[in-house]
């Protein structure tokens, strides 16, 4: 059964930019809870290449980077058969919602958007047009696919917000015509902090190769990455918020062995933190092991990816199509002589 074909089935849409690589933070936090979906919603996954254009991108990199995610979607776990990965630029319907939406969105709205804010600080040599307007491509996404659902990280929850906002606007005009998604959140526990200062989360963008582990990293650099993690000096292993680096090893540990932090605390209670850091890169070189043995194995086969690339956008095209002549319809756009 396919994503297309179980009408009775509710939709889940989501995700990625291809702007660094993929960390443990995005598996632990999102993809990993994604593979989990797969079985009982349609679930569609795209690479938002799109949106990565808002940051300039080396135009090589980017090629290789959206390609890469894609196969870390596969490798992960995703099926590429029951659900639809693909990319965001490869079905023009995105932009073309996009600008409409861009018509009834308003300045005020987009300039409340923290990210915004966040990254025109970081940015500040290009703040663009396209930084500004980017939870408006976000709803676009979601609302081609009329998704119900749409799991991400608690960051955010803001463009999500905006996204029905705008979906409501629109269906009050012109009559039910789209869903209005719900946003669906992972536990707190899910959210994985940067290894060199864990008070700021784990972020693929950080220029500090030191803060993140990748999911293609070596067995090797997985174990230099933790062992160099900042701790504290209280040499007491225990969860809580005054000893951040300790409770993110202890997070990343129990969001892999998927047991509870009590039982872990306890069970560790009187290991050093180096010990406890070798525990902890254990499990993570064994959690990534197999997603690694099948990326290796994918990136060999060239015409299957492909294959995959090329359906899958064929896929995506029909539904986000649908939806977007149904707006070109209302709004008044006159209609195509076929
Ligand atoms: P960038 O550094 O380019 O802003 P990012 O690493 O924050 O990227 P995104 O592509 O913005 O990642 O997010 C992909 C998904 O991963 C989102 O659902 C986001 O909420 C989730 N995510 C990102 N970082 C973390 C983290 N440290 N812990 C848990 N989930 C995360
Ligand atoms: N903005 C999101 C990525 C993203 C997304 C989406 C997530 C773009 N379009 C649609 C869910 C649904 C991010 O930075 N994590």
Same mark, same amino acid.
């Given at each position: +059964?396919?994503?297309?074909?179980?009408?009775?089935?509710?939709?889940?849409?989501?995700? +990625?930019? %291809?702007? &660094?690589?993929?960390?443990?933070?995005?598996?632990?936090?999102?993809?990993?809870?994604?593979?989990?979906?797969?079985?009982?919603?349609?679930?569609?996954?795209?690479?938002?290449?799109?949106?990565?254009?808002?940051?300039?991108?080396? #135009?090589?990199?980017?090629?290789?980077?959206?390609?890469?995610?894609? +196969?870390?979607?596969?490798?992960? &776990?995703?099926?590429?058969?029951?659900?639809?990965?693909?990319?965001?630029?490869?079905?023009?319907?995105?932009?073309?919602?996009?600008?409409?939406?861009?018509?009834?969105? !308003?300045?005020?709205?987009?300039?409340?958007?923290?990210?915004?804010?966040?990254?025109?600080?970081?940015?500040?040599?290009?703040?663009?047009? &396209?930084?500004?307007? !980017? #939870?408006?491509?976000?709803?676009?996404?979601?609302?081609? !696919?009329?998704?119900?659902?749409?799991?991400?990280?608690?960051?955010?929850?803001?463009?999500?917000?905006?996204?029905?906002?705008?979906?409501?606007?629109?269906?009050?005009?012109?009559?039910?015509?789209?869903?209005?998604?719900?946003?669906?959140? %992972?536990?707190?526990?899910?959210?994985?902090?940067?290894?060199?200062?864990?008070? *700021?989360? +784990?972020?693929?963008?950080?220029?500090?190769?030191?803060?993140?582990?990748?999911?293609?990293?070596?067995?090797?650099?997985?174990?230099?990455?933790?062992? *160099?993690?900042?701790?504290?000096?209280?040499?007491?292993?225990?969860?809580?918020? $005054?000893?951040?680096?300790?409770?993110?090893?202890?997070?990343? !540990?129990?969001?892999?062995?998927?047991?509870?932090?009590?039982?872990?605390?306890?069970?560790?209670?009187?290991?050093?933190?180096?010990?406890?850091?070798?525990?902890?890169?254990?499990?993570?070189?064994? $959690?990534?092991?197999?997603?690694?043995?099948?990326?290796?194995?994918?990136?060999?086969? *060239?015409?299957?990816?492909?294959?995959?690339?090329?359906?899958?956008?064929?896929?995506?095209?029909?539904?986000?199509?649908?939806?977007?002549?149904?707006?070109?319809?209302?709004?008044?756009? %006159?209609?195509?002589?076929?």
């Amino acid at each position: +059964m396919t994503a297309e074909n179980q009408k009775d089935k509710k939709v889940i849409f989501s995700g +990625m930019q %291809p702007s &660094g690589n993929i960390t443990l933070g995005n598996y632990l936090g999102a993809l990993k809870n994604w593979t989990k979906l797969q079985d009982e919603y349609n679930c569609v996954f795209c690479i938002v290449d799109l949106h990565a254009l808002t940051v300039r991108q080396d #135009p090589a990199e980017l090629r290789r980077r959206s390609r890469e995610v894609l +196969m870390l979607y596969i490798a992960a &776990g995703l099926d590429p058969e029951k659900n639809i990965i693909y990319y965001q630029s490869h079905v023009g319907a995105h932009a073309e919602l996009a600008w409409i939406l861009n018509c009834y969105t !308003y300045m005020g709205e987009l300039n409340r958007m923290t990210q915004f804010k966040e990254k025109s600080q970081k940015h500040s040599e290009n703040i663009n047009a &396209g930084l500004f307007t !980017y #939870p408006v491509l976000m709803a676009a996404d979601i609302l081609l !696919y009329q998704a119900n659902l749409v799991p991400v990280g608690n960051d955010q929850s803001q463009h999500l917000e905006l996204c029905r906002d705008v979906a409501i606007r629109f269906n009050n005009l012109y009559g039910e015509t789209f869903i209005v998604p719900e946003g669906y959140f %992972p536990k707190v526990g899910a959210r994985i902090m940067s290894l060199q200062d864990p008070t *700021k989360k +784990m972020s693929k963008s950080d220029e500090n190769e030191n803060s993140y582990i990748t999911l293609l990293d070596s067995p090797d650099t997985i174990l230099r990455k933790i062992k *160099k993690a900042v701790t504290d000096s209280e040499a007491k292993i225990a969860y809580r918020d $005054e000893q951040p680096g300790i409770k993110n090893l202890l997070n990343i !540990y129990c969001s892999i062995t998927e047991e509870p932090i009590e039982k872990v605390v306890e069970r560790f209670s009187s290991l050093g933190y180096g010990e406890l850091k070798a525990k902890v890169a254990e499990v993570v070189v064994e $959690e990534l092991r197999p997603i690694q043995e099948r990326f290796y194995q994918l990136e060999k086969d *060239k015409s299957y990816i492909d294959s995959i690339i090329k359906n899958n956008a064929e896929r995506a095209s029909r539904i986000a199509y649908k939806t977007l002549s149904k707006v070109q319809r209302k709004i008044g756009l %006159p209609a195509k002589i076929r």
